[in-house]
């Protein structure tokens, strides 16, 4: 029996060409699976975003929900708690995110994830986590950076998330406990009411989520001063010729292009 390959596909630019580049690679061959653990919290534009990319992948997407938990606001609040630990480890994302991906994979599995250039720490990290694990990361190797991710998307048709459109570096779930001043203020010019409801369930918790850099403590969001933080509101769209070598191994990989 073939290697199985799971696509980590997260409805980002990056996890996007990944996983294009997977299926050129592989999907001649190869089981190719393309998991997207969705946690029910994130744009509605996501469910768009999702379905242009299987037209472009030529292949499905198999959507992963838990049956524990709703969304993320299920999480937070039933487990009282936004982070843990000295580390800031998030109980949504594994949650909603990593057990689901864990419960659909099977051993000997070869997992792609959509690292890009700009992240081999983070790479690095979580091969070190999961010793026993077969991890490629496609992006690092054709050294793509997220810009480059932008602008594959950019000339294959697809409209980026609106996430990214509205100035936010991720395609993260709507209020993420991991952002930052700058990101929780994008949030309240975009989405006031999610920064309402998590400035509310903030005190009802107890917890504040934001770190101050200046003194050292957090911030409550229903104190944040709205000139705090630094976001960029573009995100930039441009392409090195690792982008254009990776749309040639696409090509090369696509039975549909009559190469």
Known sequence: MATRIVCRFSC???????????????GATNDVVIHYSDTRSEHSDNDRFLSECETWFGRTVQRLTSERYHDVWD?????????????????????????????????????????????EHRLARVRKR???ENIEAPLIDGRLGKSDCFAILERAGIALPAMYRLGFKNNNCLGCPRGGMGYWNNIRRHFPDVFQRMATLERDIGMAI?????????????????????????????CSIMCMLAEQDMRAGDPTNGN
């Open 12 to 26: 980002g630019a990056a996890s996007a060409v990944a996983t294009k580049l997977a299926l050129a690679k592989y």
């Open 75 to 119: 999480v937070w609040t039933r487990r009282r708690m936004f982070v843990s630990g000295q580390s800031g480890f998030a109980p949504c994302t594994e949650e909603l995110k990593r057990m689901t991906a864990e419960m659909a994979q099977r051993p000997g599995d070869i997992l792609i994830f959509g690292y890009t250039a700009e992240e």
């Open 130 to 132: 999961n010793p026993g």
């Open 210 to 238: 934001i770190p101050d850099g200046k003194s050292g403590n957090r911030v409550f969001l229903d104190e944040l001063d709205p000139n705090r933080g630094n976001q960029a509101t573009d995100p930039e769209i441009e």
